[in-house]
C-alpha cells in the first residue's frame, strides 16, 4: 500500500500543537489556500472534535470530508478521508511527541489509489500537501501558544 511521511518540529508544546490539530472547524485560520473553509458536519466523541465526527476541509463541492478514527490527546489523531481524493482507503495519523521544550509532529498516511498507475504522483501530492499543512500547524501553534488562550 503506498504512503507518505512528513515530520516537522514546532516550538509549541504538544497539548498545543493537538489543539490546534484537533478543532477540525479552524482549521480554515492556518492551513492555507486550499481550506478556504473548515466546518463540522458531525461531532465525536468526546465533543467536537472525537472519534466519529466528521470535518469537512475546502468548499462544499470541491472539499474533502474526513472521519476521525482515533482521538487520544496530546498524542495522536488519525482519520480517514471520505469524499475529496482519487484514492481508497486513506488513513492518516499524526503522531505528536515532545522534542525538548517543543514537539515533534510526524504526520504518515496510507492509501490506495482509484486510478492504477497513480502512486507515484498521489503520493508526492500528499507529501508536498501534509508537508505545508505540517509546517503551518506547527507555526500556528506557536503563534497560539505565545499569545495565549485569548490570542487562539
Known amino acids: 500500500?503506498?504512503?507518505?511521511e512528513v515530520t516537522t518540529t514546532s516550538k509549541a508544546s504538544p497539548q498545543t500543537v493537538f489543539a490546534v490539530l484537533?478543532?477540525?472547524a479552524g482549521w480554515s485560520r492556518w492551513a492555507g489556500p486550499m481550506v478556504l473553509r473548515s466546518w463540522w458536519e458531525r461531532e465525536g466523541t468526546p465533543a467536537p472534535g472525537g472519534v466519529g465526527a466528521i470535518r469537512r476541509l475546502g468548499l462544499e463541492r470541491v472539499g474533502s470530508r474526513e472521519e476521525i478514527v482515533a482521538y487520544d490527546?496530546?498524542?495522536h489523531l488519525a482519520y480517514t478521508v471520505?469524499?475529496?481524493l482519487p484514492v481508497r482507503d486513506y488513513r492518516a495519523d499524526v503522531r505528536i511527541e515532545p522534542d525538548g521544550a517543543g514537539s515533534r509532529i510526524v504526520w504518515g498516511g496510507t492509501f490506495t489509489p482509484k486510478v492504477p498507475g497513480t502512486a507515484p504522483v498521489l503520493r508526492l501530492f500528499l507529501r508536498t500537501t501534509i508537508g505545508s499543512f505540517s509546517r503551518r500547524l506547527a507555526d500556528y501553534a506557536e503563534?497560539?501558544?505565545r499569545a495565549g488562550?485569548?490570542?487562539s
Do not use: I
Not at 500500500?1 to 507518505?4: A, E, I, Q, R, W
Open 1 to 4: 500500500m503506498p504512503s507518505y
Open 22 to 24: 484537533a478543532d477540525g
Open 73 to 75: 490527546p496530546p498524542h
Open 82 to 84: 471520505l469524499k475529496g
Open 143 to 145: 503563534r497560539s501558544q
Open 149 to 151: 488562550p485569548a490570542g
